[in-house]
């Protein structure tokens, strides 16, 4: 083989590759035809499902669940507005303000989430319980009434998700605002900007590949979630992807759940493409 | 507020502008700490109910200090299994996916070849699709192919969504790194072999450690893919999800608290490593120049 490989150099690439790319394309991509052609098959699980062009089962879907959709869309779309919120100033104190302890306050902002993702939402339902001391400090000063509850509320959910998917956020805002030349502050400084004005043309322009890639990596993942909507909601704040699990799972209706799936999927990339065309850059993607 | 006012009426002076400045710069400050004590608020819960002595079957009000679950953290029957398929996994899916993940991260850094989009997009695409489609659609191949779905299959599933977070990290420590090296070795007579073992290899074998690191965690942390894929085969983050339902345990408070432990452990241990490499080169390079 070493023989070989000197000979066809231009073969090395290939032989590196194949392995790797081979896994993805029999369990990522061959996958993503059966969930298609799964999706337009009829029949039930005594009988058996065969593939009929069952496109009915995509209008079905829609008709039935699409409060599911646009609530999940909208719990997503909250909970990432409020993760940059929070996270932004967090990665710019980091970038710029960490000093030589950079490493260690990313440390700190990653290590929450090495807590198994269900044992942190479980303690997410301790926090917010009826007798918790965040439900009597919001009776206590009247925000929350009496008989009022913070848990099995979309509250409850959206707070879920804002802080599980919270590291995808900080991550890629740190790293972009990292990157920016100190130089260029100066210079702004240099020009009689004022700490504000050079933020606004100097930084945050320089930070829209990190709020690009931060939003999108908390949006998507939060827009197929059912672990919050489950543990901190009942029924009414149930998600698209709650739907998907119990069909899949629970009542197997692989047909629809396959159905459900697939309109998950293109709705997200529709929102992403959406998102990319009214931020109007299409290097940020690269 | 108060003091941006306070500010506003006093004349332009230089101390005002300091004060200014100084409120600014620690209100951010204070902005990140509230952060951190928000990020670790869920943290202190979990360790703090591991303590707990719950009168019920939840163990979500504080009833009182024990360390009873910490003398006895697998006293709950099937969670010891449970967590040791979850390593087993981890370890496997870890040891596959870093290894096909690192070959392809040293094809797209170090060679020129056509269908490089191709591979960036399949490499991309995993980790933009939301885990409940990846899921389900492994378990339609698995359905259609009559593939009976557990230990095997979760392990599939791991090492898939392993690999592109294997090449995106080990690629990151590629980038950085000096090609000069390796045509030094390979003037000096070092085959193309040699000059990759000893080269090569040392030089991203931090970013490997990263790589591994990383997929080892998030494969013990998986629940989503898992869920879909694991038959009657049950993973820590499955025992969670099913105790949700009928009993949580303080157990799962304690097992909580030692993942933390050790992954913070891990994380210092390679930032300190890290940092001794660096500075150790720092020294050996004036020398031998």
Redesign the interface.
């Known amino acids: 083989v070493?023989a070989l490989l000197?000979r066809r150099r231009?073969l090395?690439?290939?032989f590196?590759?194949a392995?790797?790319?081979a896994?993805?394309?029999v369990?990522?991509?061959?996958?993503?035809y059966?969930?298609a052609?799964?999706s337009l098959q009829t029949g039930s699980l005594e009988v058996g499902y065969t593939f009929s062009w069952a496109w009915h089962n995509y209008t079905d879907a829609i008709t039935t669940y699409h409060t599911q959709f646009v609530r999940s869309l909208e719990y997503a779309g909250i909970a990432t507005v409020i993760a940059l919120l929070?996270?932004y100033?967090?990665a710019?104190?980091?970038a710029f303000?960490g000093g030589r302890w950079k490493?260690?306050?990313l440390?700190?902002?990653?290590?929450?989430f090495?807590?198994?993702?269900?044992?942190?939402t479980?303690?997410?339902?301790?926090?917010l319980?009826d007798?918790?001391f965040v439900a009597s400090a919001l009776h206590h000063i009247h925000v929350l009434d009496s008989n009022g509850r913070l848990l099995a509320t979309s509250t409850a959910v959206i707070a879920g998700i804002t802080?599980n998917f919270?590291p995808f956020m900080v991550l890629p805002l740190y790293v972009s605002l990292e990157q920016v030349d100190e130089r260029l502050l100066d210079a702004a400084h240099d020009l009689y900007a004022s700490?504000i004005w050079s933020f606004l043309r100097v930084t945050l322009p320089l930070s829209l590949p990190g709020v690009f890639a931060g939003t999108?990596?908390t949006f998507?993942?939060a827009?197929?979630?059912?672990?919050n909507a489950q543990?901190l909601g009942t029924p009414s704040q149930y998600m698209i992807?709650n739907v998907?699990?119990s069909k899949?799972?629970a009542i197997t209706d692989?047909p629809q759940?396959?159905a459900l799936?697939f309109v998950?999927?293109a709705a997200?990339l529709a929102a992403?493409l959406v998102y990319a065309r009214l931020l109007g850059t299409e290097r940020l993607t690269g | 507020m108060t003091a941006a006012t306070v500010a506003a009426r006093l004349p332009h002076e230089h101390p005002m502008r300091r004060v200014l400045a100084f409120v600014r710069h620690n209100l951010l400050t204070a902005y990140a700490a509230l952060a951190l004590a928000y990020l670790f608020l869920p943290i202190a819960v979990v360790i703090l109910f591991s303590f707990n002595n719950p009168a019920g079957r939840f163990n979500f009000t504080w009833e009182g200090f024990t360390l009873k679950n910490w003398a006895d953290p697998f006293g709950v029957p099937g969670m010891q299994g449970a967590i040791l398929v979850s390593l087993e996994i981890a370890a496997l899916s870890c040891i596959f996916a870093t290894a096909l993940g690192t070959l392809i991260a040293l094809a797209l850094v170090r060679y020129q070849f056509r269908g490089r989009g191709v591979v960036n997009t399949l490499i991309f695409l995993p980790m933009t699709t939301p885990e409940i489609v990846l899921g389900s659609s492994l378990l339609t191949l698995f359905l259609n192919r009559n593939i009976a779905t557990g230990f095997g299959t979760i392990l599939i599933a791991h090492i898939m969504f392993n690999i592109s977070y294997v090449v995106v990290t080990v690629k990151a420590r590629l980038v950085g790194f000096d090609r000069h090296l390796e045509e030094a070795a390979m003037d000096l007579g070092a085959n193309e072999w040699t000059t990759f073992q000893k080269v090569t290899l040392p030089l991203i074998a931090p970013g490997i450690l990263a790589a591994g690191l990383l997929a080892f965690a998030l494969s013990i942390d998986d629940f989503v893919i898992t869920y879909f894929n694991a038959g009657a085969t049950v993973t820590f983050p499955l025992f969670v999800w099913g105790a949700a339902r009928v009993a949580v345990p303080p157990q799962i408070n304690v097992i909580g608290t030692l993942i933390f432990v050790i992954a913070v452990g891990g994380m210092i241990v390679n930032i300190v490593f890290q940092n001794r490499r660096a500075k150790a080169a720092a020294r050996a390079l004036p020398a031998e120049a």
């Open positions: 070493g000197h231009w090395t690439p290939y590196l590759l392995p790797g790319l896994w993805l394309a369990f990522f991509v061959v996958p993503m059966y969930l052609n799964t929070v996270s100033p967090l710019y104190w980091i303000r490493n260690l306050f440390l700190l902002v990653i290590a929450p090495f807590v198994t993702y269900l044992i942190r479980l303690a997410w339902e301790t926090i319980s007798g918790g802080y919270l700490r999108l990596l998507i993942p827009a197929g979630d059912f672990i543990l992807g998907i699990q899949f799972l692989y759940a396959a799936s998950l999927m997200i992403v």
